[in-house]
C-alpha cells in the first residue's frame, strides 16, 4: 500500500500544466502574463495542484476579519471544474480569464455556476441563503452599516424578487443572465 501512495504522491507533486500557447489560445492572458501567474501559483502551491484546505487559507488572508472558509468552499467549487477535489493551474488561469477579462455573459455564466450550489442548472432560496449568508460572514462582523440579523433573508427576498421572472421559486441561467442585463 505504501508505494501507490507513494506514486500517487508523486502524481500531484509533479503536476505541470498544459502548454503555454495551449493555456494562451484557451485564455484571455498574453504568453508573458501566464509566465507570471504561474510563477505566482507555484509560489502558493509548489505542487502545482491547490486542494480546497488550502484554498482556503490563502483566501483567507484576504478577509482578516471575517470568516471566508464557506464562501472559499463554494468558490473552490466553482473553480475546481472537474469536481476532482484540486484545482489545477489550468483551472485557475481559465477561471480568472473569464473573472477579469472575459465578456459580460461569460462573467454572468461563471457566478450563476458559482451560486449554484448542487449544480442542477437553477437557484433556490436556500442555495442563494447559503451564498448570500457566507458572504456575510467573509465580510466579518465589522462591516459599516452594522448589519440586523434577518438582512441575509431580505437579500434573498430582494434577489428572487428581481430574478425569478416567473415566480416558480427557482432562478434558471437565463432567468439569471437577462435580470442582471436589465
Not at 42 to 60: D, H, L, M
Not at 75 to 90: C, H, I, M, P, R
Not at 129 to 150: C, F
Request: charged fraction near 30%; hydrophobic fraction near 35%; proline fraction near 3%.
Amino acid at each position: 500500500p505504501d508505494k501507490i501512495e507513494d506514486e500517487l504522491e508523486m502524481t500531484t507533486v509533479c503536476h505541470r500544466p498544459e502548454g503555454l500557447e495551449q493555456l494562451e489560445a484557451q485564455t484571455n492572458f498574453t504568453k508573458r502574463e501566464l509566465q507570471v501567474l504561474y510563477r505566482g501559483f507555484k509560489n502558493e502551491c509548489p505542487s502545482g495542484v491547490v486542494n480546497e484546505e488550502t484554498f482556503k487559507q490563502i483566501y483567507a488572508q484576504f478577509f482578516p476579519h471575517g470568516d471566508a472558509s464557506m464562501y472559499a468552499h463554494y468558490l473552490f467549487k466553482a473553480f475546481d471544474t472537474t469536481q476532482n477535489g484540486s484545482v489545477k493551474f489550468e483551472d485557475f488561469v481559465m477561471a480568472l480569464s473569464i473573472l477579469l477579462r472575459g465578456t459580460v455573459h461569460e462573467k454572468l455564466r461563471w457566478t450563476f455556476n458559482l451560486y449554484d450550489i448542487n449544480k442542477d442548472g437553477c437557484i433556490n432560496k436556500e442555495e442563494m441563503m447559503d451564498i448570500v449568508k457566507a458572504i456575510y460572514d467573509m465580510m466579518g462582523k465589522y462591516t459599516y452599516p452594522v448589519l440586523k440579523e434577518d438582512a441575509p433573508r431580505q437579500h434573498v427576498e430582494a434577489f428572487f424578487q428581481k430574478m425569478d421572472k416567473n415566480k416558480d421559486g427557482v432562478v434558471t441561467l437565463d432567468e439569471f443572465i437577462e435580470s442582471c442585463q436589465e
